[in-house]
Nanobody, 120 residues
Framework: QVQLVESGGGLVQPGGSLRLSCVVS????????MAWFRQAPGNKREWVAT???????TYAESVKGRFTISRDNARKMVYLQMNNLKPEDSAVYYC??????????????WGQGTQVTVSS
């Protein structure tokens, strides 16, 4: 059973930055395409960004140019650097495995997520 543990969320003012981390308990992370998702109260969970096994990245239009997804396969970590945060970025953020950069379906059980609140 793969476990996902997200951290790094918090309260930040508009225009601020946060770096989210996700620890992935798998024997080998490098072969997996990994993604970040988010869910705001009353909304469906939505896809934010994907990093494929070869390191290529894709982003939702709403975060393109502000967020950066990265990975450290040796440490089995996935990161989301979030800059120029906006109130509409407030949500619980989750990481998960996806098939590829072209798919959005999460393949593992969800972790507990990490809360991001953008407010002045």
């Amino acid at each position: 059973q793969v476990q996902l543990v997200e951290s790094g969320g918090g309260l930040v003012q508009p225009g601020g930055s946060l770096r989210l981390s996700c620890v992935v308990s798998v024997s080998v992370l490098s072969v997996n395409a990994m993604a970040w998702f988010r869910q705001a109260p009353g909304n469906k969970r939505e896809w934010v960004a994907t990093i494929s096994s070869d390191g290529s990245t894709t982003y939702a239009e709403s975060v393109k140019g502000r967020f950066t997804i990265s990975r450290d396969n040796a440490r089995k970590m996935v990161y989301l650097q979030m800059n120029n945060l906006k109130p509409e970025d407030s949500a619980v953020y989750y990481c998960n495995k996806v098939h590829s950069s072209f798919t959005r379906a999460a393949l593992w059980d969800w972790g507990q997520g990490t809360q991001v609140t953008v407010s002045s």
